[in-house]
């Protein structure tokens, strides 16, 4: 069965500081892999996403993410954190084809 | 574009009355579905749809009924409210299961 673990749910940084997300999966089959962000009473938006290809995906507001297959990871980063990032971050997998399965979320807060 | 409209956005129930959680996309995605998200457990898939007339389970979907008539609308039923359903409940759609999911606001749903 796929599953998603995101390690610590709650992260804190200070503005400028490197913003670093972990999320590992277990899969059957090569998957699909996201990041998605909510801000506070709103839904999900993605902020990036690996199917195929180059494993160091970018995505938007400055995010990147590596899939690093012998680790089973796909670790979020940021190089310098913004009061903006502050929201909470979901990982999900999907086996090819399949449903999105959801990590349990990592709220982030960022200290000025 | 609306994207993906739910309503409403808050509702009370008292145990045992039942509703509707409405949902509707205007981005002609066949793949629509329903999570519930509660602290700390992620998103969870309550059902799915892959297109008008095929609906079909998810991870948690006790207690809740879906229905897909239409390629735009895909409502959720409640048909006995229970305190354990108070949650948020968010629909998505995409163009296939293992793509982008685009979500609503969100549903805050409290059960008394």
Same mark, same amino acid.
């Given at each position: 069965a796929?599953?998603?673990t995101?390690?610590?749910?709650?992260?804190?940084?200070?503005?400028?500081?490197?913003?670093?997300?972990?999320?590992?999966?277990?899969?059957s089959?090569?998957?699909?892999l996201?990041?998605?962000?909510?801000?506070?009473?709103?839904?999900?938006?993605?902020?990036?996403k690996?199917?195929?290809?180059?494993?160091?995906?970018?995505?938007?507001?400055?995010?990147?993410?590596?899939?690093?297959?012998?680790?089973?990871s796909?670790?979020?980063?940021?190089?310098?954190?913004?009061?903006?990032?502050?929201?909470?971050?979901f990982?999900?997998?999907?086996?090819?084809g399949?449903?999105?399965?959801?990590?349990?979320?990592?709220?982030?807060?960022?200290?000025? | 574009?609306? &994207?993906?409209?739910?309503?409403?956005?808050?509702?009370?129930?008292?145990?045992?009355q039942?509703?509707?959680?409405?949902?509707a996309?205007?981005m002609?995605?066949?793949?629509?579905?329903?999570y519930?998200?509660?602290?700390?457990? &992620?998103?969870?898939?309550?059902?799915?749809?892959? &297109?008008?007339?095929?609906?079909?389970? &998810?991870?948690v979907?006790?207690?809740?009924?879906?229905?897909?008539?239409?390629?735009?609308?895909?409502?959720?039923?409640?048909?006995?409210?229970?305190p354990?359903?108070?949650?948020?409940y968010?629909?998505?759609?995409?163009?296939?299961?293992?793509?982008?999911?685009f979500f609503?606001?969100?549903?805050?749903?409290?059960?008394?």
């Open positions: 796929q599953s998603v995101q390690l610590g749910s709650h992260v804190s940084v200070s503005e400028g500081a490197l913003v670093l997300l972990r999320c590992n999966y277990s899969s089959v090569p998957p699909y996201f990041w998605y962000v909510q801000y506070p009473n709103q839904g999900l938006q993605l902020l990036l690996y199917t195929t290809g180059a494993t160091l995906v970018k995505g938007i507001n400055g995010f990147e993410a590596e899939f690093k297959k012998s680790e089973t796909f670790h979020l980063t940021k190089p310098s954190a913004h009061m903006s990032d502050a929201a909470e971050y990982c999900a997998v999907s086996p090819q399949g449903k999105l399965i959801f990590g349990q979320g990592t709220e982030l807060s960022v200290k000025p | 574009n609306a &994207g993906v409209t739910q309503t409403p956005k808050f509702q009370v129930l008292k145990t045992g039942s509703m509707t959680l409405q949902c996309q205007d002609n995605h066949e793949y629509m579905s329903w519930r998200q509660d602290p700390g457990m &992620g998103l969870r898939l309550i059902h799915y749809s892959v &297109g008008a007339g095929i609906t079909d389970q &998810g991870e979907p006790n207690g809740y009924n879906v229905s897909r008539s239409t390629t735009e609308d895909f409502p959720l039923r409640l048909l006995s409210a229970a354990s359903q108070t949650s948020v968010f629909c998505a759609s995409s163009y296939s299961p293992s793509g982008e999911l609503g606001e969100g549903s805050r749903l409290t059960v008394l």
